[in-house]
């Protein structure tokens, strides 16, 4: 994912309150959500995500057709993903975030499948080598669990910390990406 997969959050008609819609599908990872505002992914949350909105936010249910096309790439790359058979994203997004969040979430998009960072290398990366704390507290406000791989960065000491699906969800990902996890795909759960 490059820096044109994230669309501006600047909004021109003031007026008009954005169009959220969502949708649940299974994963071997338990339930995600997915988000779309004015028709682009703007979220993926995990059952019992840190930091996750109050589920009223997220608009109107759908489910069948209406899911499939507002959500059918990010269905199947998710499918992909789970299946081994993808290693990144290409789907544009819009999460919601400061400018300073939007970095570093650029930067986990940079970290290759399989791999791992550090927070100060990614801190080194946004170049403010003393953010790593800034840093932790941006990763965990990333709305693209998954999709924007904020699962890839590990303490100093190479432990895994935090996450906010939970740590047992980082390794299994972390595992999957290295060929340790059989997987499936994820299927739409319905409206």
């Known amino acids: 994912m490059t820096a044109d997969h994230f669309r501006s ?11 959220n819609l969502y949708t649940v599908i299974d994963s071997p990872i338990d339930e995600l959500t997915l988000v779309a505002t004015d028709g682009v992914l703007s979220a993926l949350f995990m059952l019992e995500h840190t930091h996750q909105p109050p589920a009223n936010t997220y608009g109107r249910r759908v489910g069948g057709a209406e899911a499939r096309a507002v959500f059918g790439d990010a269905i199947d790359q998710l499918g992909e993903y789970f299946a ?7 789907l544009t997004t819009s999460p919601r975030g400061t400018d300073f969040q939007r970095r570093v979430w650029q930067a986990l998009t940079e970290i290759p499948y399989g791999h791992t960072r550090t927070y100060g290398q990614i801190a080194d990366r946004i170049g403010n080598r003393q953010a790593s704390r800034a840093v932790g507290l941006a990763n965990g406000r990333n709305p693209l669990s998954i999709i924007v791989p904020c699962h890839r960065v590990i303490g100093s000491t190479g432990n895994l910390t935090g996450y906010g699906g939970g740590v047992a969800r980082k390794r299994f990902l972390l595992d999957l990406e290295i060929g340790q996890t059989a997987a499936r795909r994820p299927m739409a759960t319905g409206a």
Do not use: S, V, Y
Request: hydrophobic fraction near 20%.
């Open 84 to 90: 081994g058979e993808r290693r990144d994203f290409t």
């Open 9 to 19: 959050n600047t909004r021109t008609d003031r007026k008009a309150a954005p169009m």
